[in-house]
Protein backbone atom coordinates (compact mmCIF):
# COMPACT_ATOMS: atom_id res chain seq x y z
CA UNK A 1 0.00 0.00 0.00
CA UNK A 2 1.45 3.26 -1.02
CA UNK A 3 1.86 5.90 1.10
CA UNK A 4 0.92 9.69 -0.52
CA UNK A 5 3.70 12.04 -0.50
CA UNK A 6 3.10 15.03 1.36
CA UNK A 7 3.35 18.58 -0.80
CA UNK A 8 5.81 20.48 0.08
CA UNK A 9 5.16 24.57 0.88
CA UNK A 10 7.87 25.46 -1.63
CA UNK A 11 5.18 23.49 -4.80
CA UNK A 12 2.47 25.44 -3.00
CA UNK A 13 4.27 29.12 -3.47
CA UNK A 14 5.18 28.10 -6.62
CA UNK A 15 1.99 27.05 -7.86
CA UNK A 16 0.19 30.41 -6.14
CA UNK A 17 2.66 32.53 -7.86
CA UNK A 18 2.11 31.04 -11.22
CA UNK A 19 -1.55 31.34 -10.54
CA UNK A 20 -1.02 34.84 -9.24
CA UNK A 21 1.41 35.98 -11.91
CA UNK A 22 1.54 33.77 -15.13
CA UNK A 23 4.96 33.73 -17.45
CA UNK A 24 3.09 35.04 -19.88
CA UNK A 25 2.08 38.31 -18.10
CA UNK A 26 5.60 38.56 -16.26
CA UNK A 27 7.73 38.42 -19.58
CA UNK A 28 5.25 39.47 -22.45
CA UNK A 29 6.41 38.96 -26.00
CA UNK A 30 3.67 41.86 -27.12
CA UNK A 31 2.05 45.19 -26.26
CA UNK A 32 -1.28 46.45 -26.97
CA UNK A 33 -1.57 48.77 -29.60
CA UNK A 34 -2.63 51.72 -27.85
CA UNK A 35 0.82 51.57 -25.86
CA UNK A 36 1.98 53.72 -29.10
CA UNK A 37 1.06 57.00 -27.11
CA UNK A 38 4.22 58.91 -26.39
CA UNK A 39 2.17 59.27 -22.69
CA UNK A 40 2.88 55.58 -22.20
CA UNK A 41 6.97 55.92 -22.19
CA UNK A 42 7.30 57.73 -18.99
CA UNK A 43 6.98 55.01 -16.63
CA UNK A 44 9.91 52.98 -18.59
CA UNK A 45 11.80 56.62 -18.24
CA UNK A 46 11.49 56.90 -14.78
CA UNK A 47 12.50 53.18 -14.03
CA UNK A 48 15.47 53.81 -16.59
CA UNK A 49 16.43 57.27 -14.23
CA UNK A 50 15.93 55.18 -10.91
CA UNK A 51 18.84 52.56 -12.15
CA UNK A 52 21.17 55.23 -12.95
CA UNK A 53 20.70 56.81 -9.63
CA UNK A 54 21.26 53.47 -7.95
CA UNK A 55 24.47 52.87 -10.03
CA UNK A 56 25.65 56.16 -9.80
CA UNK A 57 24.81 56.17 -5.84
CA UNK A 58 26.79 53.04 -5.25
CA UNK A 59 29.94 53.68 -6.95
CA UNK A 60 29.80 57.53 -5.07
CA UNK A 61 29.24 55.32 -1.91
CA UNK A 62 31.79 53.25 -2.26
CA UNK A 63 34.76 56.33 -3.24
CA UNK A 64 33.85 58.42 -0.27
CA UNK A 65 33.07 62.65 -0.67
CA UNK A 66 36.85 62.68 -1.09
CA UNK A 67 36.49 61.25 -4.46
CA UNK A 68 33.64 62.82 -5.39
CA UNK A 69 34.87 66.68 -4.69
CA UNK A 70 38.60 66.17 -5.52
CA UNK A 71 38.38 63.72 -8.56
CA UNK A 72 37.80 63.94 -12.65
CA UNK A 73 35.85 60.94 -12.25
CA UNK A 74 33.85 61.46 -9.10
CA UNK A 75 32.81 64.99 -10.69
CA UNK A 76 31.40 62.62 -13.31
CA UNK A 77 29.37 60.09 -11.46
CA UNK A 78 28.15 62.80 -9.14
CA UNK A 79 26.94 65.21 -11.96
CA UNK A 80 25.48 61.73 -13.33
CA UNK A 81 23.78 61.03 -9.97
CA UNK A 82 22.36 64.39 -9.94
CA UNK A 83 21.03 64.55 -13.32
CA UNK A 84 19.48 61.31 -13.10
CA UNK A 85 17.67 62.68 -9.70
CA UNK A 86 16.38 65.40 -11.40
CA UNK A 87 15.25 63.47 -14.81
CA UNK A 88 13.55 61.21 -12.01
CA UNK A 89 11.28 63.80 -10.80
CA UNK A 90 10.44 65.33 -13.71
CA UNK A 91 9.55 62.24 -15.27
CA UNK A 92 7.72 60.83 -12.43
CA UNK A 93 5.50 64.11 -12.38
CA UNK A 94 4.26 63.78 -15.73
CA UNK A 95 3.71 59.61 -15.49
CA UNK A 96 1.86 60.75 -12.55
CA UNK A 97 -0.68 63.65 -13.69
CA UNK A 98 -0.14 61.10 -17.24
CA UNK A 99 -2.15 58.23 -15.19
CA UNK A 100 -4.20 60.59 -12.91
CA UNK A 101 -6.30 61.94 -15.91
CA UNK A 102 -6.62 58.82 -17.44
CA UNK A 103 -8.32 57.25 -14.15
CA UNK A 104 -5.48 54.93 -13.78
CA UNK A 105 -6.91 53.13 -10.89
CA UNK A 106 -9.49 51.83 -13.24
CA UNK A 107 -10.57 47.84 -13.41
CA UNK A 108 -9.16 47.17 -9.99
CA UNK A 109 -5.84 49.05 -10.58
CA UNK A 110 -6.06 51.11 -7.40
CA UNK A 111 -3.03 49.46 -5.35
CA UNK A 112 -0.86 50.44 -9.08
CA UNK A 113 -2.03 53.34 -8.78
CA UNK A 114 -1.40 53.78 -4.95
CA UNK A 115 2.25 52.03 -4.69
CA UNK A 116 3.07 54.89 -7.79
CA UNK A 117 2.53 57.46 -5.51
CA UNK A 118 3.68 56.33 -2.43
CA UNK A 119 6.79 55.60 -4.33
CA UNK A 120 7.22 59.71 -5.38
CA UNK A 121 6.30 60.42 -1.91
CA UNK A 122 8.92 58.14 -0.22
CA UNK A 123 11.77 59.43 -2.84
CA UNK A 124 11.01 62.94 -1.79
CA UNK A 125 13.01 62.46 1.37
CA UNK A 126 14.90 60.19 -0.15
CA UNK A 127 16.61 63.23 -2.71
CA UNK A 128 16.49 65.62 0.89
CA UNK A 129 18.69 63.59 2.55
CA UNK A 130 21.17 63.34 -0.54
CA UNK A 131 21.37 67.08 -0.50
CA UNK A 132 22.03 67.48 2.96
CA UNK A 133 24.63 64.52 2.51
CA UNK A 134 27.02 66.09 0.11
CA UNK A 135 29.47 67.40 2.88
CA UNK A 136 29.94 70.63 1.13
CA UNK A 137 28.30 74.22 2.10
CA UNK A 138 25.58 73.34 0.10
CA UNK A 139 24.56 70.66 2.42
CA UNK A 140 26.01 72.95 5.68
CA UNK A 141 23.21 75.48 4.49
CA UNK A 142 20.29 73.47 3.55
CA UNK A 143 20.50 71.17 6.49
CA UNK A 144 20.03 74.41 8.73
CA UNK A 145 17.32 75.97 6.90
CA UNK A 146 15.25 72.47 6.60
CA UNK A 147 16.22 72.00 10.11
CA UNK A 148 14.11 75.17 11.08
CA UNK A 149 11.46 73.47 8.59
CA UNK A 150 11.35 70.13 10.28
CA UNK A 151 11.27 71.94 13.84
CA UNK A 152 8.17 73.90 13.09
CA UNK A 153 6.02 70.64 12.32
CA UNK A 154 7.62 68.85 15.25
CA UNK A 155 9.62 65.88 14.04
CA UNK A 156 12.97 67.84 14.57
CA UNK A 157 13.81 65.78 17.28
CA UNK A 158 13.21 62.68 14.78
CA UNK A 159 14.46 63.48 11.63
CA UNK A 160 17.74 65.81 12.80
CA UNK A 161 19.29 67.15 9.24
CA UNK A 162 22.40 68.20 10.83
CA UNK A 163 23.28 64.73 11.78
CA UNK A 164 25.25 63.56 9.01
CA UNK A 165 25.83 60.17 9.69
CA UNK A 166 21.55 60.00 10.60
CA UNK A 167 20.76 61.47 6.87
CA UNK A 168 23.64 59.57 5.30
CA UNK A 169 21.88 56.03 6.35
CA UNK A 170 18.42 57.06 5.35
CA UNK A 171 19.90 58.11 1.94
CA UNK A 172 22.17 55.37 1.13
CA UNK A 173 20.38 52.68 2.89
CA UNK A 174 17.04 53.07 4.28
CA UNK A 175 14.80 55.23 1.72
CA UNK A 176 16.25 53.66 -1.22
CA UNK A 177 15.12 50.51 -0.15
CA UNK A 178 11.72 51.68 0.52
CA UNK A 179 11.73 53.37 -3.21
CA UNK A 180 12.81 49.91 -4.79
CA UNK A 181 10.86 47.85 -2.83
CA UNK A 182 7.77 50.39 -4.06
CA UNK A 183 9.15 50.21 -7.45
CA UNK A 184 9.40 46.38 -7.68
CA UNK A 185 5.75 45.86 -6.03
CA UNK A 186 4.67 48.65 -8.75
CA UNK A 187 6.34 47.00 -11.40
CA UNK A 188 4.78 43.54 -10.86
CA UNK A 189 0.89 44.81 -9.97
CA UNK A 190 1.17 46.62 -13.50
CA UNK A 191 1.96 42.91 -14.89
CA UNK A 192 -0.17 40.84 -13.17
CA UNK A 193 -3.54 43.54 -13.87
CA UNK A 194 -2.09 44.79 -17.57
CA UNK A 195 -1.39 48.66 -18.39
CA UNK A 196 -4.63 50.76 -17.92
CA UNK A 197 -5.99 51.24 -21.69
CA UNK A 198 -7.44 55.12 -22.86
CA UNK A 199 -10.83 55.64 -22.09
CA UNK A 200 -13.61 54.08 -24.80
CA UNK A 201 -14.56 56.12 -27.86
CA UNK A 202 -17.88 55.37 -27.51
CA UNK A 203 -18.23 57.03 -23.98
CA UNK A 204 -15.89 59.91 -25.68
CA UNK A 205 -18.68 60.16 -28.78
CA UNK A 206 -21.95 59.71 -26.01
CA UNK A 207 -20.80 62.83 -23.82
CA UNK A 208 -20.12 64.78 -27.31
CA UNK A 209 -23.32 63.98 -29.19
CA UNK A 210 -25.42 64.43 -25.92
CA UNK A 211 -23.84 67.88 -25.69
CA UNK A 212 -24.49 69.01 -29.20
CA UNK A 213 -28.11 67.55 -29.75
CA UNK A 214 -29.70 70.05 -27.46
CA UNK A 215 -27.74 72.76 -29.03
CA UNK A 216 -29.01 71.85 -32.25
CA UNK A 217 -32.42 71.70 -30.80
CA UNK A 218 -32.52 75.42 -29.02
CA UNK A 219 -31.63 77.16 -32.15
CA UNK A 220 -35.21 78.36 -34.07
CA UNK A 221 -33.89 79.30 -36.75
CA UNK A 222 -32.15 76.04 -38.03
CA UNK A 223 -33.95 73.56 -40.24
CA UNK A 224 -33.16 70.09 -41.57
CA UNK A 225 -30.80 69.65 -44.35
CA UNK A 226 -33.32 68.14 -46.45
CA UNK A 227 -35.56 70.95 -45.74
CA UNK A 228 -32.82 73.23 -47.24
CA UNK A 229 -32.51 71.23 -50.18
CA UNK A 230 -36.01 71.47 -51.18
Same mark, same amino acid.
Given at each position: ?????????????????? $??????? $??????????????????? $???????? @????????? $?????????????????? @??????????????????????????????????????????????CALTGYVSQQN????? @????????????????????????????????????????????? @????????????????????????????????????????????
Open positions: MSVPRKRSWTAAVRERAV $LALPPEK $LLPDSQPSYMASWIYIFGV $LSLTSLVL @IIASGGVLT $LKGPGWWHFTGAGHFFNS @IHLWAVELFFFFMVIHLWGKYWMAAWRGGRARVWITGAVAFVVAIPFDSQF @ISTQAKDAMNAAGIGSFFNLTNLGQMYSYHVLLLPLAVAALVGAH @IVLVRKHGIVPPFPLSNVEAASASTAEPASKSDPGSTPAAERAA
